[in-house]
């Protein structure tokens, strides 16, 4: 996907909560949970790995800023912080974003093990023998 075609460039203004000088903060799309929040690089690059260090720092400094924008609004439990990287890591969207996930007591039956769901085969290790 080109630039042209990327939904992240530019980013929906009614979704942006946070503009920083390499990074943007949204609120997702298509939620998991209410308050979901997306942080982009400005650059359009595909991958956590194709990200400069200075982006990189800039994300996870930007996470506060979602964290924060969250708990002003929804005051969840938890969270989780995922990024999916190429196709056979769940990436849909080739513009490099971090997903801040806010969790709430009970909105699923057992939490333990959190983004260890991805591979729902293996995400009870303390279960195993």
Not at 65 to 73: F, L, P, S, V, Y
Not at 101 to 118: C, K, L
Request: charged fraction near 20%; include cysteine; charge should be negative.
């Amino acid at each position: 996907m080109d630039r042209e075609a990327c939904p992240f460039c530019p980013p929906p203004e009614e979704r942006v909560f946070h503009r920083g000088e390499l990074v943007t903060g949204l609120w997702d799309g298509f939620p998991v949970s209410p308050g979901h929040a997306l942080i982009i690089p400005a650059r359009h690059v595909a991958t956590w790995f194709e990200a400069t260090p200075e982006e990189q720092a800039a994300l996870a400094a930007a996470l506060t800023e979602a964290r924060n924008a969250i708990q002003e609004k929804h005051s969840p439990d938890g969270f989780n912080i995922g990024v999916n990287v190429g196709e056979a890591g769940g990436q849909t969207v080739p513009h490099l974003h971090v997903h801040l996930i806010p969790r709430y007591a009970g909105d699923v039956e057992d939490p333990r093990g959190g983004v260890r769901w991805v591979v729902p085969g293996n995400a009870t290790y303390w279960s195993a023998n």
